[in-house]
Protein backbone atom coordinates (compact mmCIF):
# COMPACT_ATOMS: atom_id res chain seq x y z
CA UNK A 1 0.00 0.00 0.00
CA UNK A 2 1.79 3.21 -0.91
CA UNK A 3 1.79 6.20 1.61
CA UNK A 4 2.63 9.88 2.29
CA UNK A 5 4.67 11.09 5.09
CA UNK A 6 5.05 15.22 5.39
CA UNK A 7 7.27 15.13 8.77
CA UNK A 8 6.71 18.84 9.26
CA UNK A 9 2.83 19.69 11.00
CA UNK A 10 3.79 23.78 11.13
CA UNK A 11 6.25 25.33 9.79
CA UNK A 12 7.06 29.03 10.43
CA UNK A 13 8.61 31.58 7.54
CA UNK A 14 9.36 35.19 7.53
CA UNK A 15 7.79 36.98 4.63
CA UNK A 16 10.73 37.25 1.58
CA UNK A 17 12.37 33.98 2.87
CA UNK A 18 12.76 30.86 1.02
CA UNK A 19 10.62 27.95 1.76
CA UNK A 20 10.79 24.01 1.78
CA UNK A 21 8.39 22.17 2.66
CA UNK A 22 9.26 18.16 2.96
CA UNK A 23 7.52 15.34 1.69
CA UNK A 24 8.48 11.33 1.53
CA UNK A 25 6.06 8.65 -0.43
CA UNK A 26 6.06 4.98 0.01
CA UNK A 27 4.87 3.09 -3.43
CA UNK A 28 6.62 0.13 -5.27
CA UNK A 29 6.74 1.81 -8.84
CA UNK A 30 7.27 5.02 -10.32
CA UNK A 31 4.57 7.53 -8.26
CA UNK A 32 2.23 10.07 -9.15
CA UNK A 33 2.90 12.97 -6.96
CA UNK A 34 1.47 15.98 -6.28
CA UNK A 35 1.18 19.32 -3.94
CA UNK A 36 -2.14 20.48 -3.44
CA UNK A 37 -2.78 23.77 -1.43
CA UNK A 38 -5.81 24.63 1.16
CA UNK A 39 -6.52 28.53 2.42
CA UNK A 40 -8.92 28.84 4.99
CA UNK A 41 -11.54 28.13 4.33
CA UNK A 42 -11.21 26.83 0.70
CA UNK A 43 -11.26 23.62 -1.25
CA UNK A 44 -7.61 21.91 -2.06
CA UNK A 45 -6.08 23.62 -5.26
CA UNK A 46 -3.77 21.69 -7.05
CA UNK A 47 0.19 23.54 -7.08
CA UNK A 48 2.36 21.16 -9.33
CA UNK A 49 2.23 17.54 -10.29
CA UNK A 50 4.95 14.99 -11.77
CA UNK A 51 4.34 11.73 -13.84
CA UNK A 52 7.73 11.48 -15.20
CA UNK A 53 10.56 13.34 -17.39
CA UNK A 54 11.97 16.45 -16.13
CA UNK A 55 12.47 15.74 -12.33
CA UNK A 56 12.44 19.55 -11.46
CA UNK A 57 8.44 20.84 -11.97
CA UNK A 58 7.43 23.88 -11.74
CA UNK A 59 3.40 25.15 -10.77
CA UNK A 60 1.95 27.78 -9.91
CA UNK A 61 2.58 30.85 -7.37
CA UNK A 62 5.97 30.71 -7.88
CA UNK A 63 6.37 27.28 -6.56
CA UNK A 64 8.36 24.26 -7.90
CA UNK A 65 9.23 20.63 -6.49
CA UNK A 66 12.06 17.98 -7.27
CA UNK A 67 11.30 14.71 -7.39
CA UNK A 68 14.36 12.56 -5.82
CA UNK A 69 13.55 8.47 -6.67
CA UNK A 70 16.97 7.41 -4.59
CA UNK A 71 15.67 9.60 -1.55
CA UNK A 72 11.47 8.76 -2.25
CA UNK A 73 10.70 12.26 -1.83
CA UNK A 74 9.07 14.89 -3.53
CA UNK A 75 10.14 18.73 -1.55
CA UNK A 76 8.47 21.81 -2.42
CA UNK A 77 9.85 25.07 -2.79
CA UNK A 78 9.59 28.43 -2.92
CA UNK A 79 12.57 31.26 -2.97
CA UNK A 80 10.72 34.16 -1.76
CA UNK A 81 7.58 33.57 0.32
CA UNK A 82 4.24 36.05 0.22
CA UNK A 83 1.99 36.42 3.32
CA UNK A 84 -0.62 34.95 1.27
CA UNK A 85 1.13 31.47 0.98
CA UNK A 86 0.29 31.27 4.41
CA UNK A 87 -1.76 28.15 3.63
CA UNK A 88 -1.92 23.86 4.58
CA UNK A 89 -0.10 22.47 2.00
CA UNK A 90 -0.38 18.22 1.17
CA UNK A 91 1.34 16.33 -0.27
CA UNK A 92 0.09 13.50 -2.25
CA UNK A 93 0.40 10.04 -4.34
CA UNK A 94 -1.58 8.35 -6.57
CA UNK A 95 -1.10 4.45 -8.36
CA UNK A 96 -0.21 3.57 -11.49
CA UNK A 97 -2.19 0.83 -11.38
CA UNK A 98 -5.70 2.64 -10.89
CA UNK A 99 -4.78 4.94 -13.53
CA UNK A 100 -6.05 7.70 -10.88
CA UNK A 101 -9.33 6.58 -10.80
CA UNK A 102 -8.91 5.03 -7.53
CA UNK A 103 -8.59 7.91 -5.49
CA UNK A 104 -5.00 9.65 -3.95
CA UNK A 105 -3.24 8.61 -0.59
CA UNK A 106 -2.48 12.14 1.46
CA UNK A 107 -0.03 13.26 4.25
CA UNK A 108 -1.28 14.52 6.65
CA UNK A 109 -0.38 18.62 5.81
CA UNK A 110 2.18 21.28 6.86
CA UNK A 111 0.12 23.91 8.25
CA UNK A 112 2.61 27.27 6.54
CA UNK A 113 2.51 30.30 8.78
CA UNK A 114 4.35 33.77 7.88
CA UNK A 115 5.71 36.33 10.11
CA UNK A 116 6.12 39.75 9.07
CA UNK B 1 -12.86 26.19 -15.17
CA UNK B 2 -13.90 23.02 -13.54
CA UNK B 3 -16.48 23.38 -10.87
CA UNK B 4 -17.54 21.13 -8.15
CA UNK B 5 -20.20 22.18 -5.73
CA UNK B 6 -21.03 21.00 -2.83
CA UNK B 7 -24.64 21.52 -1.50
CA UNK B 8 -23.90 22.81 2.37
CA UNK B 9 -20.69 24.85 3.61
CA UNK B 10 -21.43 24.01 6.62
CA UNK B 11 -24.08 21.81 8.38
CA UNK B 12 -25.04 20.73 12.14
CA UNK B 13 -27.13 17.41 12.57
CA UNK B 14 -27.81 15.36 15.49
CA UNK B 15 -26.58 11.63 16.27
CA UNK B 16 -28.66 9.39 14.98
CA UNK B 17 -30.16 11.45 11.90
CA UNK B 18 -29.75 10.55 8.34
CA UNK B 19 -27.58 12.87 6.68
CA UNK B 20 -27.24 13.86 3.03
CA UNK B 21 -24.04 15.74 1.45
CA UNK B 22 -24.38 16.52 -2.37
CA UNK B 23 -21.89 16.74 -4.78
CA UNK B 24 -22.10 18.07 -8.07
CA UNK B 25 -19.74 18.22 -10.98
CA UNK B 26 -20.40 20.55 -14.78
CA UNK B 27 -17.76 18.72 -16.29
CA UNK B 28 -18.94 15.33 -17.69
CA UNK B 29 -16.33 13.43 -15.67
CA UNK B 30 -16.14 10.20 -14.84
CA UNK B 31 -14.91 9.53 -11.04
CA UNK B 32 -15.83 11.18 -8.66
CA UNK B 33 -14.36 10.40 -4.66
CA UNK B 34 -15.50 11.45 -1.39
CA UNK B 35 -12.51 12.44 1.71
CA UNK B 36 -13.03 13.13 5.16
CA UNK B 37 -10.25 15.71 6.40
CA UNK B 38 -9.10 16.10 10.06
CA UNK B 39 -6.79 17.69 11.99
CA UNK B 40 -3.84 15.82 12.15
CA UNK B 41 -4.63 13.42 9.74
CA UNK B 42 -4.96 15.03 6.29
CA UNK B 43 -7.46 13.88 3.49
CA UNK B 44 -9.10 9.66 3.81
CA UNK B 45 -10.52 8.21 1.18
CA UNK B 46 -14.31 7.09 1.76
CA UNK B 47 -15.78 6.23 -1.13
CA UNK B 48 -15.22 7.07 -5.11
CA UNK B 49 -17.19 6.42 -8.18
CA UNK B 50 -15.88 5.37 -11.76
CA UNK B 51 -19.41 5.07 -13.44
CA UNK B 52 -22.91 5.90 -12.82
CA UNK B 53 -24.55 3.33 -10.32
CA UNK B 54 -20.93 1.96 -9.68
CA UNK B 55 -18.71 2.28 -6.33
CA UNK B 56 -15.86 1.62 -4.68
CA UNK B 57 -14.79 1.57 -1.09
CA UNK B 58 -12.11 3.68 0.05
CA UNK B 59 -9.86 3.52 3.05
CA UNK B 60 -12.77 4.46 5.59
CA UNK B 61 -16.20 3.65 4.23
CA UNK B 62 -17.51 2.61 7.78
CA UNK B 63 -20.27 4.29 8.91
CA UNK B 64 -20.91 5.37 5.16
CA UNK B 65 -22.67 4.94 1.70
CA UNK B 66 -22.74 7.03 -1.68
CA UNK B 67 -25.39 6.90 -4.59
CA UNK B 68 -24.59 8.09 -7.92
CA UNK B 69 -27.67 7.75 -10.10
CA UNK B 70 -26.47 10.88 -12.66
CA UNK B 71 -22.86 11.00 -13.96
CA UNK B 72 -22.91 15.05 -12.38
CA UNK B 73 -24.26 14.29 -8.64
CA UNK B 74 -21.95 12.25 -6.35
CA UNK B 75 -24.13 11.83 -2.94
CA UNK B 76 -22.52 10.92 0.32
CA UNK B 77 -25.04 9.02 2.95
CA UNK B 78 -24.98 8.85 6.89
CA UNK B 79 -26.97 6.28 7.37
CA UNK B 80 -27.32 7.05 11.49
CA UNK B 81 -24.86 10.39 11.70
CA UNK B 82 -22.72 10.00 14.98
CA UNK B 83 -20.37 12.45 16.88
CA UNK B 84 -17.48 10.96 15.13
CA UNK B 85 -18.30 12.19 12.10
CA UNK B 86 -17.70 15.46 12.49
CA UNK B 87 -15.51 16.51 10.11
CA UNK B 88 -14.95 18.84 6.58
CA UNK B 89 -16.03 16.45 3.86
CA UNK B 90 -14.71 17.22 0.49
CA UNK B 91 -15.84 15.84 -3.02
CA UNK B 92 -13.74 15.57 -5.63
CA UNK B 93 -13.96 14.39 -9.51
CA UNK B 94 -11.35 13.42 -12.55
CA UNK B 95 -12.18 13.18 -16.32
CA UNK B 96 -11.31 9.30 -16.08
CA UNK B 97 -8.99 7.07 -15.96
CA UNK B 98 -5.19 8.36 -16.23
CA UNK B 99 -6.22 11.71 -15.87
CA UNK B 100 -5.14 11.80 -11.90
CA UNK B 101 -5.65 15.42 -11.64
CA UNK B 102 -8.25 15.77 -8.84
CA UNK B 103 -10.65 18.65 -9.12
CA UNK B 104 -11.71 19.38 -5.33
CA UNK B 105 -15.43 21.14 -3.81
CA UNK B 106 -14.88 24.09 -1.01
CA UNK B 107 -15.64 21.19 1.36
CA UNK B 108 -18.75 20.56 3.42
CA UNK B 109 -18.23 20.83 7.40
CA UNK B 110 -20.31 18.91 8.81
CA UNK B 111 -20.97 19.20 12.98
CA UNK B 112 -23.32 15.78 15.16
CA UNK B 113 -24.09 17.09 17.87
Known amino acids: AQSVTQPDIHITVSEGASLELRCNYS??????LFWYVQSPGQGLQLLLK??????LVQGIKGFEAEFKRSQSSFNLRKPSVHWSDAAEYFC??????????????FGKGTHLIIQP | DVKVTQSSRYLVKRTGEKVFLECVQD?????MFWYRQDPGLGLRLIYF???????EKGDIPEGYSVSREKKERFSLILESASTNQTSMYLC????????????FGPGTRLTVT
Open chain 1, 92 to 105: AVGSHSGGGADGLT
Open chain 1, 27 to 32: YGATPY
Open chain 1, 50 to 55: YFSGDT
Open chain 2, 27 to 31: MDHEN
Open chain 2, 49 to 55: SYDVKMK
Open chain 2, 92 to 103: ASITGTGAYEQY
